[in-house]
């Protein structure tokens, strides 16, 4: 597997954004305005389109990870939010019909909504111990539960969840 340092990805990511618009300018016999790109997203989520932004949010660490994923499947995904928000506006439905003939007649691509990556390596995660089995509890709730805001039962047994150090 090829190693890219971070900025090799960022224009990695720009290129393949601006393949993306060149496909949507041709097929749809227009211009569309170039989003800016940034790998600010954090968590679970791939990416993120900001529609009135006009901006795509990447994660880093799943990209780092996925990266001919994020490429083929990720970059044209965002792009395809802003591109049928350019040309419908926003009161279309965010993986709506719009949506899904950008990504199969214009990329060639099957109109996913969600992404298979393993997102252990993105998303830190925190023991905590019921009286049945042992849960993995997200940053935010890990932080709520430190800051005594809020208390987690298990589902199953009902008991309070409890950190393991």
């Not at 993120?48 to 990209?63: D, F, G, S, T």
Request: with cysteine.
């Amino acid at each position: 597997m090829t190693s890219y340092s971070d900025e090799q990805l960022q224009q990695l990511a720009e290129v393949n954004l601006k393949r993306c618009l060149s496909l949507a300018e041709v097929h749809f016999q227009r211009s569309f305005l170039e989003p800016s790109i940034n790998f600010k997203q954090r968590g679970r989520a791939a990416g993120v389109a900001y529609l009135q932004r006009n901006e795509i949010r990447l994660n880093m660490a799943l990209c780092r990870h996925n990266i001919r994923a994020f490429l083929g499947e990720v970059i044209p995904h965002e792009a395809a939010h802003l591109i049928a928000y350019q040309l419908h506006g926003a009161k279309i439905r965010p993986h709506g019909r719009e949506w899904q003939y950008i990504m199969s007649k214009v990329f060639g691509l099957a109109p996913r909504r969600t992404h298979d990556f393993d997102i252990g390596v993105a998303v830190k995660q925190y023991a905590y111990q019921c009286g049945c089995r042992v849960h993995q509890l997200s940053t935010r709730r890990h932080n709520n539960v430190q800051l005594r805001r809020q208390k987690y039962l298990c589902n199953q047994c009902k008991q309070p969840l409890t950190f393991l150090s």
